[in-house]
């Protein structure tokens, strides 16, 4: 099941004891809900101290008292996406029994995250790898994290796989990892522009990829995973 921004971002909040730090926190998490869905479609270049501060309806001392300057509310932001990101994509993928359906749930989850637009702007991973490939600076040192996580936690689950005996071990992790993140680049600007067919077509491309690189027990013959 989808999680929100709001709730992901709240879920810990309660557990604060002290009356002032909880609010605080709350009123925190309820900013950078709105930010994060502001960057999804207008870029993390699009966030700034006015701006959200009339969005939320505080005052623009408030909110720099919360963040600080406007690098500090995007670094904020950005983290707050990824967080969100692994809520809905990763943990509930990584409950998988093997590596090979854990890899396919990386796969299959992150379309269904784009899908059901847990952001209006799509994958704002990969909105702020666009944004920022070229803009020097300590957002894009930050943006470049999440990156090679995603990147590196997809190459691992397939050497495990590769490891169980489930994955063939003659492929090139390397470009399964660089298809995958293809198509997926693909897949969310289409998503964007309702371009149905490409989504899809990106969606059953990167399944098949996986699912052709697989090596069936002989219990179980050539289902797939």
């Given at each position: ?196 067919r490409t989504f899809n077509r990106a969606r059953r491309s990167s399944r098949q990829r996986i699912v052709n690189a697989v090596i069936h027990s002989h219990e179980e013959g050539n289902q797939t995973p």
């Open positions: 099941m989808a999680m929100k921004p709001s709730e992901v971002l709240t879920r810990s909040v309660d557990s604060i004891e002290d009356g002032r730090r909880r609010r605080g926190a709350r009123t925190r998490a309820a900013i950078l809900a709105r930010a994060v869905a502001i960057a999804s479609t207008n870029g993390l270049d699009g966030l700034t101290i006015g701006g959200l501060a009339e969005e939320m309806g505080l005052s623009k001392g408030n909110l720099r008292m919360l963040f600080g300057d406007k690098e500090a509310v995007q670094i904020a932001t950005l983290d707050a996406a990824v967080k969100v990101f692994a809520e809905n994509v990763v943990t509930p993928a990584l409950a998988g029994k093997s590596s090979v359906r854990r890899l396919l749930a990386l796969c299959d989850g992150w379309y269904e995250y784009v899908e059901r637009r847990i952001f209006p702007g799509g994958c704002v991973l990969y909105g702020t790898m666009s944004e920022y490939r070229a803009r020097p600076g300590k957002v894009r040192v930050r943006v470049i994290h999440p990156r090679n996580a995603w990147n590196g936690l997809r190459a691992r689950t397939a050497r495990d796989a590769q490891r169980s005996g489930d994955l063939d071990s003659k492929i090139d992790v390397g470009q399964l990892v660089f298809e995958l993140t293809a198509y997926q680049s693909t897949a969310n600007a289409a998503a964007l522009l309702d371009d149905q």
